[in-house]
């Protein structure tokens, strides 16, 4: 019998909807927050080896993570293709789907190491000379080796979150940091006949932690008999092209969509270096507080994700619209939050970092601009959530470029290094063109979201 308007939208089925959200959505942002924490772990035990080191990691981390940003996101194509089978009850077509993301894993793998290993000339061009070209070259060579577990984990991340368990991928990134933090410690400092690496030894306490949790999760997962049931382990089969097509027909825009995002940050904080190191510390000190909110906006538009793939395999267009309608709730909620806190403790928030006076007085004044994009951001990243759940990724892709590069970046540019508007700005100018930027993403990703709600749901595939 079908649902009517008032029953979709009543209380109790929004309720429904929205614990439906918590026991997705908690985990990823767990596992986030612990991904996040072995990054942390890694910058602080550098630093405390000594400032070289600390700064060859910090480059050599800048380099790996578009590389990986770019690898991982192709490979999210798997979820939507995972939740819409579960939804339409095809289990049985799941299980050779992500036989096939896993091949593509190892392809994509083997050419990110592949690039890393011949991105010596990049330090020359940069200008990075001994000792941190030296320690950064080796700590990048190190962490490539990550990159196949990361990417192997990406696959079976999005084959278990596909059919709704997102709690395993919390179990073992909390083992990978509990193993990193020894390991860290072992191959910085030299101990138990492991010679003393120096910041290079973050690069191979990342390696070995990253693929002692892809084999743990790849262990869970032929241990647990609900995995069973998609065919995974019945057959075993060989690449097939029409196959990985389809998944970089999805994944090649999810893949640039982030990696845009990300280095638009990226630009802005080389395009402020000349202006002082004052200047730089305050920038990206307030960049990774609004890094650490961003993880809250990012779990709920993955759960979208697999709550509307589930809605498009099961043809239940009425779940679909609750679950568009929760997600951007809950998305606006909790940024709103977070929004509150940087206007109501800009010193507080700036002093964790930093008792420098001049670098806690400018991060104050940028927390606030860091503060008005919270809720543009997380309308944006609620509706490409969305979007991708219906493998809606090619045209966004393209929306995104326009916000971003074409429209944020310039006006940033402009505002914050020229004359030709305002007398020049500073690091504030960049800030108000990454608020626009991302505000025009906000509105034009809705739009199309909206267009395609319109639409009768599409035949899951």
């Keep these: 019998m079908p649902q009517t308007i008032g029953h979709t939208y009543s209380t109790k089925a929004m309720g429904q909807e929205l614990r439906q959200f918590l026991r997705l959505g908690t985990p990823i942002l767990i596992a986030e927050a612990l991904h996040m924490s072995a990054s942390f772990v890694d910058t602080v035990m550098a630093g405390r080896y000594s400032s070289a080191d600390l700064a060859a990691v910090a480059v050599g981390s800048s380099i790996l993570f578009p590389v990986m940003i770019l690898m991982i996101g192709i490979l999210m194509a798997t979820t939507p293709t995972v939740s819409q089978h579960f939804g339409s009850k095809r289990l049985k077509l799941i299980g050779p789907f992500v036989q096939q993301s896993l091949w593509l894993a190892v392809l994509l793998s083997i050419l990110a190491v592949a690039l890393l290993y011949t991105i010596d000339p990049l330090f020359d061009l940069l200008d990075i000379e001994d000792p941190i070209k030296s320690i950064g070259l080796g700590y990048l060579h190190a962490a490539a080796w990550s990159l196949p577990a990361m990417a192997l984990m990406q696959s079976l991340r999005s084959f278990s979150e596909g059919l709704g368990i997102t709690k395993p991928l919390m179990y073992f990134s909390l083992l990978g940091l509990i193993i990193n933090i020894p390991m860290n410690y072992i191959f910085i400092n030299g101990h138990f006949g492991v010679p003393e690496m120096g910041g290079v030894g973050c690069g191979w306490a990342t390696t070995i932690s990253m693929w002692i949790s892809v084999i743990g999760m790849a262990c869970y997962v032929y241990a647990k008999p609900v995995y069973h049931q998609c065919a995974m382990f019945t057959r075993f089969d060989w690449p097939k092209l029409t196959t990985q097509l389809t998944i970089l027909k999805v994944g090649l825009p999810i893949g640039f969509s982030i990696f845009i995002e990300a280095t638009m940050f990226a630009i802005v904080a080389l395009l402020l270096a000349p202006l002082g190191a004052d200047i730089v510390a305050a920038h990206q000190l307030v960049l990774n507080f609004t ?59 700036a002093g964790i970092y930093t008792t420098e006076p001049v670098v806690v007085e400018i991060a104050a004044s940028l927390f606030i601009f860091a503060a008005l994009f919270q809720l543009s951001d997380a309308v944006q990243i609620a509706a490409n959530g969305a979007l991708r759940g219906f493998k809606d990724t090619a045209k966004p892709l393209l929306l995104i470029f326009i916000s971003y590069w074409l429209t944020g970046l ?9 004359d030709i508007i305002y007398p020049a700005m500073g690091p504030a100018g960049f800030w108000i063109g990454i608020i626009f930027g991302l505000s025009v993403a906000a509105v034009l990703l809705s739009l199309r979201l909206w267009r395609v709600l319109r639409k009768p749901l599409p035949v899951a595939t």
């Design 291 to 349: 890094s650490l909110c961003f993880i809250i906006p990012l779990s709920i538009g993955m759960a979208m994700t697999i709550r509307v793939g589930h809605g498009i395999g099961g043809n239940l267009p009425n779940q679909v619209k609750r679950s568009v309608l929760v997600g951007f709730g809950l998305a606006l909620g909790l940024s709103s939050l977070t929004c509150l806190t940087m206007l109501m403790l800009p010193l507080t928030l």
């Design 410 to 418: 310039p006006l940033g540019y402009v505002l914050g290094m020229t």
